[in-house]
């Protein structure tokens, strides 16, 4: 299987299946299952979806100004609605603030809402626990990956989908 990291589209095919999205998932846990089962990496997703030029390593914000919302509609299949709703409007997100907010449970099984986003929504609707910003090991704001000092491999049943932050507790 390949994939033209081009113009972010299957060269002979990819996989993708819209039954694995739940309701109002987030753009970043739509892009991870798309990236996870393609085995794509971030930049190559990011630097197409982006509605100007980036630079990869830096990523692009999940904001309905920065992100191809009708590329990613083209590209997946999906409804336009439900893409659109995967973001929150930009007047919304600027209440919410700039930080990523999670819920470890609902990470653990592939899953980041909308929901967690939204300023007012301090637990997890779904499992009642706080919301998270910050790596619990280092401090760190967003996530960590949690790299063994003594293999240097990612931590296996860490759960959360793997960042390029590389956790500054476990160095």
């Not at 980036?54 to 992100?67: C, L, M, Q």
């Not at 009708?70 to 609605?81: M, S």
């Not at 990956?145 to 793997?162: A, I, W």
Request: proline share 6%; with cysteine.
């Amino acid at each position: 299987m390949l994939f033209d990291e081009r113009a972010l589209r299957p060269s002979f095919g990819y996989v993708f299946d819209p039954k694995w999205l739940d309701p109002f998932e987030s753009i970043v846990s739509i892009l991870w299952k798309l990236a996870r089962m393609n085995r794509l990496s971030g930049q190559a997703i990011t630097t197409q979806l982006a509605k100007s030029d980036i630079d990869p390593y830096e990523g692009v914000a999940a904001r309905r100004s920065e992100v191809d919302l009708c590329r990613l509609h083209l590209t997946l299949g999906l409804p336009l609605k439900l893409v659109r709703d995967s973001v929150l409007p930009d007047a919304l997100q600027a209440i919410s603030g700039p930080d990523f907010r999670y819920c470890r449970k609902c990470l653990c099984r592939g899953y980041h809402s909308v929901v967690h986003q939204i300023g007012a929504n301090k637990c997890c609707p779904v499992h009642g626990d706080m919301l998270e910003i910050a790596c619990r090991t280092c401090g760190a704001k967003g996530l960590c990956r949690v790299v063994d000092p003594k293999t240097e491999f990612s931590r296996k049943g860490t759960g959360v989908p793997q960042t390029g932050r590389t956790c500054a507790a476990s160095a």
